[in-house]
């Protein structure tokens, strides 16, 4: 074309998560077999029911003809005012309803978040990275993000002085991004490291942005800090929503809480760019928000979580046990969230290999893995093809560390022992192979 109409962040665009589900549909179809779809966190794929009385209200709303209109841009009045209201009974936060404002999901939210920002600004991320948080910041400004590392050895805790060093010799840095439970790792951060990362941020001039999506998803024992507890005059931005924790993905609603905008002009400046990027496409969408705060000011709510948690620690515990006495890897059980994330501690090469039975899917797979490729990625295509468990490659979490990423959402008991045994099986073949 005459014009070059590429956004110069186009090539930063990549979401490993959902890219894999193409070769994994081809390895379905070549096989005749079905995949063990552990990539993704989608509690309702895996198996997870909605309770009845949830539904129940969902149905009961869907009959009121004010769940198919125009909310308010903001997010509706009603549940803006629960959700302020809540936060500052639960963890003595003020905070106004006008401080909260609704999206269609926290992708909507994210691409906002970056989307909004001044080309200069970077946004500083931990590493291993979520991929929505990655690819946005790093479209925006048209270069690869700028990461701080989380430690395998250390429970994935954050390197703070590479953080603070990183900060201090980089000026375009202007935030500091956070998620906490971590998505891909499962670590809780404790209180103190995050008054560590707001001390950072306060000292050089920054916000931050915590996303929260899975802060009432903690077990183990563990505690999890909300930002707003700690954030004191520091301005910054908290993003929470209901895909994960009802369960309710396809409902895309999540919310931004803004902390401190009317200290900061420019910050407050920039809340209402997003705001008013927000009111170009009119609202988010109504029938989410008018059960939220149903839902949750349910007498049911605590004890759903609860029974939820209950489960996940269950799960986080039996992954540790399974994987257990491999040498070669690192695997920390998460506290949070539901995924986990294992280490390989030796360089892996393009020499090993898993047997691939079907001749059709090894010609495909083969096909594949004939370039130039991550290790860890040729690992999780050789276990797709071999064992049709579809996991992710740590290495595409703008990480340079080799593993892979896998969930605890498996409901059914003896299918999730199938899975994580074959994954077992296949990291002992694959490590062996290399000798033969």
């Known amino acids: 074309m005459r014009t070059n109409i590429v956004h110069i962040g186009a090539g930063e665009l990549q979401y490993e998560i959902r890219q894999i589900v193409e070769i994994?549909?081809?390895?379905?179809?070549?096989?005749?077999?079905?995949?063990?779809?552990?990539?993704?966190?989608?509690?309702?794929?895996?198996?997870?029911?909605?309770?009845?009385?949830?539904?129940?209200?969902?149905?009961?709303?869907?009959?009121?003809?004010?769940?198919?209109?125009?909310?308010?841009t903001r997010g509706l009045l009603e549940t803006r005012e629960?959700?302020?209201?809540?936060?500052?009974?639960?963890?003595?936060?003020?905070?106004?309803?006008?401080?909260?404002?609704?999206?269609?999901?926290?992708?909507?939210a994210v691409n906002k978040v970056y989307g909004m920002l001044r080309r200069e600004a970077r946004v500083i991320g931990p590493t291993p990275a979520y991929s929505t948080h990655s690819?946005?910041?790093?479209?925006?400004?048209?270069?690869?993000?700028i990461t701080y590392r989380l430690d395998p050895a250390r429970g994935w805790m954050p390197d703070l002085e590479e953080l603070r060093n990183k900060v201090k010799y980089n000026e375009s840095i202007a935030g500091i991004m956070i998620i906490n439970p971590d998505n891909p790792t499962g670590a809780v951060f404790p209180r103190d490291v995050l008054e560590e990362m707001v001390e950072i941020a306060r000292q050089y001039d920054l916000f931050l942005v915590g996303d929260e999506i899975y802060v009432n998803m903690v077990f183990n024992g563990k505690k999890c800090t909300n930002l707003s507890e700690v954030i004191r005059e520091v301005p910054g931005i908290s993003l929470k929503g209901i895909s994960k924790e009802f369960p309710w993905p396809g409902g895309r609603c999540g919310w931004m809480e803004v902390y401190n905008q009317a200290s900061n002009p420019m910050f407050q400046k920039y809340v209402k760019s997003v705001l008013d990027a927000k009111m170009l496409e009119v609202c988010s969408t109504t029938l989410p928000q008018v059960v939220i705060p149903r839902i949750m000011g349910n007498p049911e709510y605590v004890n759903w979580q609860k029974q939820r948690n209950a489960f996940f620690e269950k799960r986080s515990k039996?992954?540790?046990?399974?994987?257990?006495?491999?040498?070669?890897?690192?695997?920390?059980?998460?506290?949070?969230?539901?995924?986990?994330?294992?280490?390989?501690?030796?360089?892996?090469?393009?020499?090993?290999?898993?047997n691939i039975p079907n001749a059709a899917v090894r010609e495909y797979i083969d096909g594949i893995c004939s370039g130039n490729m991550e290790p860890d990625r040729r690992f999780v295509y050789h276990l797709l093809a071999s064992r049709n468990i579809c996991v992710v490659p740590l290495t595409s979490f703008v990480c340079t560390l080799q593993g892979?990423?896998?969930?605890?959402?498996?409901?059914?008991?003896?299918?999730?022992?199938?899975?994580?045994?074959?994954?077992?099986?296949?990291?002992?073949?694959?490590l062996n192979s290399a000798s033969l």
Request: charged fraction near 30%.
């Open 135 to 145: 690819s946005a910041e790093a479209a925006h400004a048209g270069y690869p993000p």
């Open 404 to 430: 892979f990423r896998c969930t605890l959402l498996e409901r059914d008991d003896a299918k999730f022992e199938e899975i994580y045994h074959g994954v077992r099986d296949a990291i002992l073949e694959f």
């Open 82 to 108: 629960f959700l302020a209201e809540r936060l500052n009974r639960e963890k003595g936060v003020k905070i106004h309803p006008d401080d909260i404002i609704f999206f269609n999901g926290l992708g909507d």
């Open 318 to 354: 039996r992954i540790a046990e399974i994987l257990s006495g491999i040498p070669e890897i690192i695997v920390n059980p998460p506290d949070g969230a539901f995924y986990v994330s294992i280490v390989f501690k030796i360089e892996l090469n393009n020499r090993m290999k898993l």
């Open 24 to 72: 994994g549909h081809n390895v379905m179809r070549l096989s005749g077999k079905p995949i063990a779809w552990e990539n993704i966190g989608d509690p309702v794929q895996k198996g997870e029911k909605l309770p009845d009385w949830m539904k129940d209200i969902i149905a009961q709303a869907v009959r009121d003809d004010s769940t198919y209109a125009y909310s308010p």
